[in-house]
């Protein structure tokens, strides 16, 4: 492959596609609110802690492997190891679960509708996109670990 079409070429930086949803939530917030029931904080906050489990865990991974969290860069290792033998998309699992967890802190029902869609929107225009760039660069090996660590668990 050729550096410059060595990437997934995701359709946008996923932080960026979590933050567009979240933003669209308090958008449609502030201009209709839809409430959530007040133990939704604590269900929230709890989400939170847990979204801080696998991100970091699989950045260090990635990091100590030698290839590069960043979609819009080459993947220089197929890491399977770690966070990455429980689930194929541990940071967006960690997005995720923050961004759930944001919604049911501030008792943002549009939020969660958000969300949602940002998770369609990550697994066609990101994930999808990432697993044929994976599968295109490393073939078998990458066959192999799809099929025994699934998407998200």
Same mark, same amino acid.
């Given at each position: ?25 308090? %958008?449609?917030?502030?201009? =209709? ?9 604590? &269900?929230?906050? !709890? $989400?939170? /802690? ?46 995720? %679960?923050?961004?759930?967890? =944001? ?9 969660? &509708?958000?969300? !949602? $869609?940002? /998770? ?34």
């Amino acid at each position: 492959m050729t550096a410059k079409r060595d990437t997934a070429r995701v359709i946008a930086p996923p932080p960026l596609v979590y933050a567009a949803g979240l933003l669209v939530g308090w %958008l449609l917030n502030r201009l =209709l609110p839809v409430a959530l029931p007040e133990w939704a904080r604590m &269900v929230g906050f !709890a $989400l939170s /802690l847990l979204s801080l489990i696998p991100g970091p865990w699989a950045l260090l991974s990635m990091i100590l492997s030698g290839t590069n969290p960043e979609p819009s860069h080459p993947t220089t290792a197929l890491v399977t190891t770690g966070i990455f033998a429980i689930t194929r998309n541990p940071i967006y699992l960690s997005f995720t %679960l923050f961004s759930f967890g =944001l919604a049911l802190i501030t008792q943002n029902g549009w939020m969660l &509708v958000t969300v !949602a $869609l940002t /998770l369609i929107v990550v697994h066609y225009g990101i994930i999808l996109r990432e697993e044929r760039y994976l599968e295109r660069k490393f073939g078998d090996a990458y066959r192999a670990y799809r099929s025994r660590v699934g998407r998200w668990f």
